[in-house]
């Protein structure tokens, strides 16, 4: 039996959109991980499940306590699992984003993210798979390699790398300064002082910010944004998701409550692409297929990306508009006045008050019908999902969890770095967490080698006696 | 052709790999035999008379701490000593001494002849004897056409194997400047099977002391009282001298650019790569054209002679040259060059054809070890030479060998790096190189290390007594520091004086020697042992202490890297048999062919995709085997 000191998680199901997604955490630390990531009211917690079982709750953000899906959580013990360790599965339904967002949670509470295959190669090692299947085996990590190769090559577009490459031989430069301090301090090579190494661990500190804060926008790039379009019945959200697909998609009649499902289509805006939810009008209704179509809008509401909130500017505002307005307020949302070609009944500028006033929700007046204004409906949503950084503008963006988290784990070290160095601590204790920092960082681009630090000193100091 | 003699061990050059090897072996009861081509100068510290610097002082304690000689004869010859890094942390200190050459060989050949089991001969070994069906060496044959045999080898031929030496446009065959060279060996490895490459280094003038206007130069002094390397030298005797400081200016850099074209290394007379690390004269002027000065150390060669080892002007440019760019030096206006300065090509072996024991991997008993292994210094030599003649006995013996990891020593670090890295210049050791560097200090190198010595025979009992008891105090005294409790009161005047913050509650003596400031001789003033402690004992504890966080997470990652470096890789392991690992990893692991999978995981281009592959491939034949 080996024993691997280090747990690994991953998404187990594949990439895309699906009915459910399994991210699966396996090693020593799987049950104290889930244990930290994982609330349930009725239902047992991870420790105390009997071997499998599921059991109903909410995946947790730690940091804020948020809810991030509502998903079956599935406990196996050593060795009856597949990889013959402590396994644990999430059940996740809310699509790719919470499946993604479920598997950063693991990496931050410690587990590592496997390698092509590694579930696979543990079940081996594990004794779990026997001498029959090795060659499937081998042709598993083989194909995983090729498929996550593949993936990583999309994933790492030119500005990423470039930009990584920056930072990966700006950090061997401060590594260098450093160990010459350590390795050299007996020649006369006019080091470089403590200062200058902290002004450039602040300028790498910064770019790897700038970068770090790509993620939500390359995560838009990746796997798409949702847009929901809401609005009351008959203000035009039908005729909207048309305009915007610039076909006929959606029934679109006189008679109000005809879309009584959400409907969903898929669109590009400027190389994001983009799923669009047409929800059901929000009305008081009776009829229990209406009703169900409201609860549902509701619920898009919350999951969206961007709100698009559709009102009549043909007719006065409406207390289920109110509705609406109180249940959009906050949320990342451009409030829409439909039905430019008609006399307009009240000015933009109330419906900004009634969210609340001080320019904070934009709001567009616009007509589906001829078109007037989807153009710059379509700029807005770009420019509200992937922000104003010159990185995104430079298609510069992180769209892969292990790029994002080697940045932050780069960024900590570095932070501690900085510490270290203002508290006049011993040099090589900076020195190293700045390995740690390049190693966690160069390990998107290939693992930056001794040697290369070498080069830098001797390329940068006449060392040598 | 019959033997003369036959024996266990032959060593094969009589330096500091050499040395080491023979003593290490014949110690340990193998009958051994230092064939050296001059007796005169087994020892010989062939370029500055110095012992130790950075990273290198770690290994000479580490010598020290399994057995070897090194540290001891760097006390008898020591004429300053120069703890270094003191204002950084106890990992990077690091002690060098400059020795007197004289005295340095004297010690080191009168310990050789007054060990048992070892026999030291004046004599060139020309070629090994090798019984081809078994693969393995036989014994050795000299330029006398003598045959020895013996069941193992160790070739440490220096700078000598092939030899050139370059003053200026001329060049000659020499192993150290008017010394001959080792002709035919190369050719004997060669023909074994083993890749041969070129390095290149270099050597200073060496000036006469009554031409030197020393007033016109800074003394440098060495620390008092001075520290010696080995943990068992009580007390350093000799009298210690200064080094003096000067400088080249832009008239010494305007005589080396006019010259270029009479530089050997300019105008591409030398082929073998020199170590960046220690460039010539004329290589600083050339690349680093912005500096108006470099430095020149005028390091006294030993107590009784009037010669100074010139230390940073190292240069192959002719005779007439090197006399110019001296006297254009403050202090050496009017100095006399006894020997001139020369550059020196060798031939080296591919260290990837190693096992960690040295051996190679494909000649069953013959051993490499030093500058034949591409490494540069006397430190790097001697821990190899240590290192191979250990192994060549504990393997005659059949016990199990000494290969000591990353995180136990810089000796691990290099010859793992040797093994496993490919080689573009001459390897030194920089304590940068080792990834668990919080580890290994020069200060715990025992705790590191004298348990191995003593189980493999090199350090004998009394050593080891001395040892033990050392162990026993530093145990007692780490109990003390994290039982013994010392009151607000008692403390807070001292803490006060230092500018920091005091206490309010009783604190163990170890939680106030992790704050920041406070050292062992503040607590010690408030609450001492029993007995003092030396003072080493005293830095080790408060090293031991005051980073133990950081010394615990160095522990974390060597448990980490543990799984991995403890699956062993069979000699005969077909890496093409597993298929689909990427070209360059399978030309690289065919080429290093590691003996672990963490040494595999080390090897540049290797992907973790191919080490996974290994491990599911390892587990498959062993199951295989399993069930046959």
Known sequence: MNSYQDTIAAVSTPPGEGGIGIVRISGKDAIVISQGMFKSKKYKLPSTMPAFTMSLGHVINPLDGSSVDEVLIAVMRAPHSYTAEDVVEFHCHGGYFTVKKTLEITLSLGARLAEPGEFTLRAFLNGRIDLSQAEGVLDVIKSKTAESSRIALEQLSGGVSEKITEIVSALTTVCALTEAHIDFSDEDAQLSDVKEILINIGEIEKKLKQLSSTYETGRLYREGMSIAIVGRTNVGKSSLLNALLEKNRAIVSETPGTTRDTIEEYLNIDGIPARVIDTAGIRQSTEYAELEGIKRSLNSIEAADVIVAVFDGGAELTSEDFYIIEKTTGKTLIALINKSDLKAAFHASVLAESYGGGGLTPVLRISAKTNDGIGALKDMIFSIAAGNSPEVKNGVLITNVRHKRAIDECLFALARVATLLSDSMPLELAAFELRTALDTISEITGLVTTDSILDSIFGRFCIGK | ?????????????????????????????????????????????????????????????????????????????????????????????????????????????????????????????????????????????????????????IVTTGTFLNGLIHIGLQS???????????????????????????????????????????????????????????????????????????????????????????????????????????????????????????????????????EYYANGISTSLPLDVQIELVRSIAGLEGAELMRPGYAVEYDFVYPACLRHTLEVKTIEGLYLAGQINSTSGYEEAAAQGLVAGMNAALKIKGAQPLELQRHEAYIGVMIDDLV????????????????????????????????????????????????????DSFNAEMYRFKTKRVKPDEINPSLIKRGISPLTEPSTLEQLLKRPGVDYEMLESVSAPDVELPTDLKLLVEAEI?????????????????????????DDFNYKEIGGLSTESLMKLLEVRPETVGQAQRIPGVTPSSISMILAYLEKRKRTENQR
């Open chain 2, 1 to 153: 052709m019959s033997a003369v003699k036959s024996y266990d061990c032959i060593v094969t050059g009589g330096g500091h790999a050499g040395t080491e090897a023979a003593l290490a072996a014949a110690k340990m009861g193998l009958s051994t035999c230092l064939f050296t081509m001059n007796l005169d100068t087994i020892g010989q510290l062939s370029c500055n008379p110095a012992i130790g610097g950075l990273a290198k002082g770690h290994i000479v304690r580490e010598i020290d701490s399994l057995g070897g000689v090194m540290a001891q004869a760097a006390d008898f010859a020591g004429i300053q000593f120069r703890m270094l890094n003191r204002s950084k942390g106890p990992a990077v200190w690091s002690l060098r001494a400059q020795a007197d050459r004289v005295l340095y060989r004297v010690y080191i050949k009168r310990v050789l002849e007054e060990t048992k089991n070892l026999d030291i001969k004046q004599g060139t070994v020309t070629s090994l004897t090798f019984d081809k069906s078994r693969n393995r060496i036989t014994g050795v044959v000299t330029s006398l056409g003598t045959v020895y045999h013996s069941k193992a080898v």
């Open chain 2, 172 to 306: 000659f065959s020499a192993g150290r400047a008017w010394e001959f060279p080792s002709v035919g060996l190369s050719e004997s490895l060669s023909e074994l099977g083993l890749k041969i490459g070129r390095l290149k280094t270099g050597t200073p003038p060496r000036l006469d002391a009554k031409t030197i206007d020393f007033n016109k130069a800074e003394p440098q002094w060495g620390d008092n009282p001075p520290v010696p390397f080995s943990f068992s030298t009580k007390a350093i005797l000799n009298p210690q001298l200064p080094c003096y400081i000067t400088y080249t200016n832009e008239k010494t850099h305007g005589i080396i650019h006019n010259s270029l074209d009479r530089s050997p290394l300019y105008s591409g007379k030398i082929s073998g790569k020199g170590p960046r690390y220690c460039p010539s004269i004329e290589d600083k002027v050339v690349r680093f054209s912005e500096r108006p000065r470099h430095q020149v150390f005028l390091e006294p060669d030993g107590l009784n002679t009037s």
């Open chain 2, 420 to 471: 496993t890295l490919g080689i573009t210049e001459p390897y030194r050791m920089f304590t940068s190189r080792a990834e668990y560097r919080l580890l290994l200090r020069n200060d715990n190198a025992e705790l590191r290390l004298k348990e191995k010595g003593y189980a493999a025979g090199l350090v004998d009992e009394n050593r080891y007594e001395q040892y033990k008891s050392k162990l």
């Open chain 2, 546 to 570: 005051k980073y133990e966080g950081y010394i615990k997470q160095q522990e974390v990652l060597v448990e980490k890297m543990k799984r991995l470096q403890n699956k062993r890789i069979p």
